[in-house]
């Protein structure tokens, strides 16, 4: 039972903008491996969400697909359907980097394998007999991808103020990738959230899916940098440490150690919503600008009346 309605969490209404899918495309070729110059181990960090995210963003699509019929709602079904539209794209968007990366001598193979099984089979469907049982699965994991949302809004709005990475001449066919879909993250933050308090709300759940969703992502997170640190080619002994990842929070080119800290306990309050986190026209302003994205629009403007 939902027991949310004496302290409902107020959302910021300018906040909220209909969302659609840009069909985006890069072309790598002329992406080096080391992407932030001569700094593998930010690159290898943020190179994990290459990795995670077109298993994790497809299971989105498909827990969503099962809840629709739960949604009373008729803006929230319209929000629901444009993340879905929009967590389709970043899957495919992320996923066309890993053969880029196998040229440069990183096969991801080994730990894309193991992140498919999560999602497929740890978190995916059960065999469950119609009723509370499988209702019941299904309100975990959509509670799970409210808290996974958190962090995805968390570094959407980290990357789009992450100049550091521009000082140091990052590659910007990367850059724009990571602000495009960061953008968009930025843009539907509040969509997971609001799904979970319209169809269960229970702040047990919400709590208990966030430990489990926030150790999920740590674990997996060290685990893929470890992975490419220690596969990276051009590297000897090439390590990945906690120490590396606090230092490079100091210098800016990754999200910093007590920003992450802060963000725990303002999605266990009780009067959170993701509103509150980030601004919109930040992020509709950087789409504007976006190569990928503006070519994108254009494209989708080109094509034959209804043909959309």
């Known amino acids: ?25 890069f072309s790598w070729e002329d992406t080096p491996l ?60 992320h996923d066309e980097v890993l053969p880029h990366l196998k040229e440069q001598g990183l096969d991801p193979t080994p730990y894309t394998a193991q992140v498919d099984w999560l999602f497929e089979k740890m978190l995916g469907d059960r065999t469950l007999p119609p009723g509370k049982a499988r209702k019941w699965w299904l309100m975990e994991r959509v509670a799970m991808i409210a808290a996974i949302e958190h962090y995805t809004a968390f570094l959407g709005n980290w990357v789009l103020n992450a100049d550091e990475l521009d000082r140091r001449g990052a590659d910007p066919t990367m850059l724009d990738l990571l602000r495009w879909h960061g953008a968009e993250e930025v843009e539907h933050r509040s969509v997971a959230f609001e799904l979970f308090m319209h169809v269960d709300g229970s702040y047990r759940r919400r709590a208990r899916t966030w430990a489990t969703a926030f150790s999920a992502l740590v674990f997996l ?18 390590k990945a440490s906690f120490k590396d990842f606090y230092q490079g ?17 303002r999605y266990l ?19 504007a600008s976006s190569p990928a994205a503006t070519a994108a629009e254009a494209a989708t403007e080109s094509l034959p009346k209804g043909a959309h």
Do not use: C
């Not at 181990?41 to 994790?56: D, K």
């Not at 997170?221 to 090439?238: S, V, Y």
């Not at 980030?278 to 509709?284: H, K, L, Y």
């Open 269 to 287: 309050s009780r009067a959170y919503h993701p509103s509150h986190e980030g601004s919109t026209a930040q992020a509709v302003a950087y789409l």
């Open 34 to 93: 080391h992407w932030v110059p001569g700094d593998p181990f930010a690159t290898h960090t943020i190179n994990v969400l290459h990795l995670l995210l077109p298993a994790g963003e497809r299971w989105f699509v498909h827990v969503y697909k099962q809840v629709l019929p739960y949604i009373r709602d008729d803006r929230l079904r319209e929000d629901v359907i444009g993340f879905i539209g929009q967590e389709a794209m970043h899957a495919q968007a």
């Open 221 to 238: 997170w060290q685990r893929g940098a470890r992975f490419f640190m220690e596969n990276d080619p051009t590297l000897i002994g090439g």
């Open 1 to 25: 039972m939902s027991n949310t309605q004496s302290r409902e969490p107020k959302p910021v209404a300018s906040e909220h903008i209909p969302l659609k899918a840009r069909k985006v495309s």
């Open 249 to 265: 929070g100091k210098k800016g080119t990754l999200p910093t150690t007590p920003d992450m800290i802060r963000s725990i306990p």
